[in-house]
């Protein structure tokens, strides 16, 4: 990514995941409008897909390069049933900057995109016109600190979004939609300081995504911190601090999924290339950790690898978590029915360094991108999650290396 060439490694993350013992979070809420489109026999959907330039970390990747009008533009991409897929030219955007996360919600009636843009330091929101347009010029909000690489929709009408700074500019942030998808900066709030487990990923903090949730709890994983932060959504749009989670060292906790019925939450590890399993009290917001699972066969060489994204079926039966560069796979945990925990069910070869993931037409299929050499992949999701190849990748119709993901609302 041409501005975290300036850091010493790409490949971002960390981010605010979300809240305990609800139901279902929102995240869950675009999955199971998913479920009910393909319920409904709608065979095909739209997947949004942007560029996050190339991963220092990828033998590919030539640092330095001047970023490219094609990195600028937001891809449309049309899934089919069995898997096949069709560039959408037509619904393709020029957004002024790199967009290395998207995501797209229902606000108010209306369906959005929120781009973050990683060089210019905002978020751009987009209205989506019927036929699933982003309508253009649309409007911007600064990020609050540096680095923009994660956003998700809260309950009601606010943004949350994550930071991945360099020295400075780590930060958990908060807007409010308007009308237009457009957004208003709430609130900032700075991390500070690194746990200086890994060299030149630790040395200071680094937040990255952001997943929130009916009852109005976040969690906020900084990758540089080894540190989930819980803060509390109040009514204003304003982040209040609950506690912090510190997680294993040299987690380098990226992203995070909740159960959509369970009272656990889900942290990928990027650094340490595992899941961490945490249970969430009924008494207080903070998690305890309950089981800690490696996606590194045993006995296997971790290769250099780092993981990059983890996704979960709507029903809860079934996450998924890629890994990047060294190993280039996927790793499927089935989750247990009665206590939640993880049990590794298969690994599967991925494009290489798979960063973007997202499930498709209400979790019957999953989608990965690959940065290395500019793909998009299907798999079909079968009875019990285990995936299998559908036959069908894409190398035209996207930016180059893919990296942000985000299926039409």
Not at 45 to 50: D, Y
Not at 65 to 85: F, H, N, W
Not at 228 to 248: I, N
Request: proline share 7%; with cysteine.
């Amino acid at each position: 990514m041409a501005m975290l060439r300036k850091l010493q490694q790409g490949g971002l993350l960390t981010g605010i995941l979300v809240a305990p013992l609800l139901r279902r979070a929102l995240a869950g809420d675009a999955a199971m409008r998913g479920a009910a489109r393909a319920a409904a026999g709608l065979e095909s959907a739209i997947v949004f897909v942007g560029s996050a330039q190339c991963d220092w970390d990828d033998s590919t990747c030539r640092p330095g390069q001047p970023t490219t009008a094609q990195e600028r533009i937001v891809y449309a991409v049309e899934v089919s049933a069995d898997g096949s897929l069709k560039p959408r030219p037509e619904l393709c955007v020029d957004v002024g900057g790199v967009p290395a996360w998207l995501t797209t919600a229902q606000v108010a009636g209306a369906n959005c995109l929120f781009v973050s843009r990683l060089d210019k330091d905002d978020i751009l929101g987009l209205p989506l016109s019927s036929d699933s347009k982003p309508e253009l010029p649309g409007s911007s909000a600064p990020a609050g600190g540096q680095f923009p690489v994660f956003s998700a929709v809260a309950e009601g009408s606010t943004l949350l979004g994550a930071n991945y700074g360099s020295k400075e500019g780590a930060s958990a942030v908060s807007y409010h939609i308007g009308s237009g998808c457009s957004l208003q900066l709430a609130q900032s709030i700075p991390h500070h300081g690194g746990s200086n487990v890994v060299r030149g990923r630790q040395a200071d903090a680094h937040t990255h995504g952001v997943h929130p949730t009916e009852d109005g709890l976040a969690y906020a994983c900084d990758l540089g911190m080894d540190t989930v932060f819980v803060y509390k959504l109040l009514t204003d749009g304003q982040l209040q601090e609950q506690g912090r989670v510190q997680t294993p060292a040299g987690c380098g906790p990226r992203h995070a999924v909740l159960h959509p019925g369970k009272s656990f939450v889900y942290v990928l590890c990027e650094l340490s290339q595992a899941v961490l399993t945490f249970q969430v009290s009924e008494q207080s917001p903070l998690l305890t950790l309950a089981q800690t699972s490696s996606f590194v066969p045993q006995g296997a060489s971790a290769g250099g690898s780092k993981a990059g994204e983890i996704v979960m079926l709507p029903d809860g039966s079934a996450l998924y978590a890629s890994n990047r560069q060294g190993r280039n796979t996927i790793t499927g945990f089935a989750i247990s029915k009665d206590n939640g925990l993880l049990t590794k069910a298969q690994e599967v070869p991925a494009p290489a360094f798979p960063r973007g993931m997202t499930l498709a037409l209400g979790g019957k299929l999953l989608l990965v991108a690959g940065q290395s050499k500019t793909q998009l992949v299907s798999y079909s999701v079968q009875p019990g999650g285990r995936l299998e190849a559908t036959g069908h990748s894409l190398t035209t119709g996207l930016p180059p290396f893919p990296a942000a993901l985000a299926m039409m609302p």
